[in-house]
Nanobody
């Protein structure tokens, strides 16, 4: 059974940092595109960052460029999203997801294979 379990969300002031974690089971993080979507209140789910070691691909949205970085720990089958210089507009539920990395580019979340339950990030001004 495939599972994605996120942790690390919370409340932070604007300009601060948070690190989200996503631990996968049932597959190896190198075998699929794995990354993050987010959904702010009243908005569509947005693909913000994905890596695919199998395809040698990395994609991140312009909205997080220069502020967010993904990394992975194969021994723990875990990926991380380091979020720096957070802004109030980053407030959202952040979902770890796995599937075809190209889906992130068009935020085609309906076609994503696997989802975590999400973790809330709130950035206060």
């Amino acid at each position: 059974e495939v599972q994605l379990v996120e942790s690390g969300g919370g409340l932070v002031q604007a300009g601060g940092s948070l690190r989200l974690s996503c631990t996968a089971s049932g597959f190896t993080v190198d075998d699929l595109g794995i990354g993050w979507f987010r959904q702010a209140p009243g908005k569509e789910r947005e693909g913000i960052y994905v890596i695919s070691k199998r395809d040698g691909a990395t994609y991140y949205a312009d909205s997080v460029k220069g502020r967010f970085t993904m990394s992975s720990d194969n021994a723990k089958n875990t990926v991380y999203l380091q979020m720096n210089s957070l802004k109030p507009e980053d407030t959202a539920v952040y979902y770890c997801a796995a599937g075809n990395w190209r889906r992130w580019i068009s935020s085609d979340y309906h076609a994503i294979d696997y989802w975590g339950k999400g973790t809330l990030v709130t950035v206060s001004s």
